[in-house]
C-alpha cells in the first residue's frame, strides 16, 4: 500500500514538473485579430493600415511565483513570424505554480556580442544585421496612410545591443496558473505612436529605442 502511494506520488510530481504551457501571442489591431494583408481601420473614418510582415523575437522565457523564481527555459529563443502563424504559440514547460509570466522582446547582448548562431537565430531567418549590430528585435512592415513615405510603405527594423541604443526589453505579466495564458500584442497602440515619429527604422538608433520601450508596453495578458 506505501509503494503504491510513492509510486503515485512520484508520478504526480513528474506530472507537475512537466507542465507544458502554450503562450498564445495574439496580434491586434483594435479588438481585431490581425489579418496579415487586409486593410484595418479603428473606425470607419480612421486612417487605414495594411500589415504584411511581422517577424519577432521572444526569448529568456521564466515563469516565478512572486519574485520567487519556478522554471526558466533553457536555449529559449522563439522567433514569432507572420509567414508561420503556429510560431505564435510558444509552448514551454514549468511547474504547476506560478503567477507571473517574464520574457525578453528581443536577443541579449550576449548573444548578440557572439555573433550569429543557429535554430530560431540562424542568419537565414532574415534577422541579423552584422556582429556590431547584432539582431533584429523586430521587424514590422506595411503600408499605412500615416506614412508619408512613397507608396504610404512603412519598414520598422527594431534592434541593437550596444550602449546607448540597447533595444533589448523586458516584459513581466501577472498571469493565473493556466496550461494556456493569452498575450495580446496591441499593435494599433504601437504604430498610432510609431508612425507619428518615423516611418522607416533600419538600424540601432535612438528612435529604435524609443519604439521598442513602447511595443514592451503593447504586451498584454488578454485575460485581465
Excluded at 550602449?163 to 516584459?171: H, I, V
Excluded at 494556456?180 to 499593435?187: G, M
Amino acid at each position: 500500500m506505501k509503494k503504491a502511494f510513492y509510486i503515485m506520488v512520484c508520478y504526480l510530481v513528474c506530472l507537475i514538473s512537466d507542465a507544458q504551457i502554450t503562450i498564445s501571442f495574439r496580434p491586434m489591431y483594435g479588438k481585431q485579430t490581425v489579418v496579415w494583408n487586409d486593410t484595418l481601420r479603428l473606425s470607419p473614418n480612421a486612417d487605414w493600415i495594411k500589415l504584411e510582415k511581422m517577424k519577432l523575437y521572444i526569448t529568456d522565457v521564466a515563469f516565478f511565483v512572486g519574485d520567487s523564481l519556478v522554471s526558466r527555459e533553457a536555449e529559449s529563443y522563439h522567433l514569432l513570424d507572420s509567414d508561420d502563424m503556429s510560431s505564435f504559440e510558444v509552448k514551454v514547460s514549468t511547474a504547476s505554480h506560478f503567477n507571473k509570466l517574464k520574457f525578453n522582446i528581443g536577443v541579449d547582448s550576449a548573444i548578440s556580442a557572439g555573433g550569429a548562431m543557429g535554430g530560431a537565430l540562424d542568419p537565414s531567418k532574415g534577422m541579423y544585421w552584422a556582429w556590431h549590430s547584432g539582431y533584429i528585435n523586430m521587424k514590422l512592415e506595411g503600408t499605412s496612410s500615416l506614412s508619408k513615405y512613397p507608396g504610404h510603405e512603412f519598414q520598422l527594423h527594431l534592434g541593437g545591443y550596444q550602449t546607448p541604443f540597447n533595444a533589448l526589453q523586458n516584459k513581466e505579466l501577472l498571469v493565473s496558473e493556466s496550461r494556456n495564458i493569452p498575450v495580446s500584442i496591441e499593435l494599433d497602440r504601437f504604430l498610432t505612436f510609431a508612425l507619428t515619429v518615423k516611418d522607416h527604422v533600419m538600424s540601432p538608433s535612438e528612435t529604435a529605442v524609443l519604439m521598442s520601450e513602447k511595443l514592451r508596453d503593447c504586451f498584454i495578458n488578454a485575460n485581465r
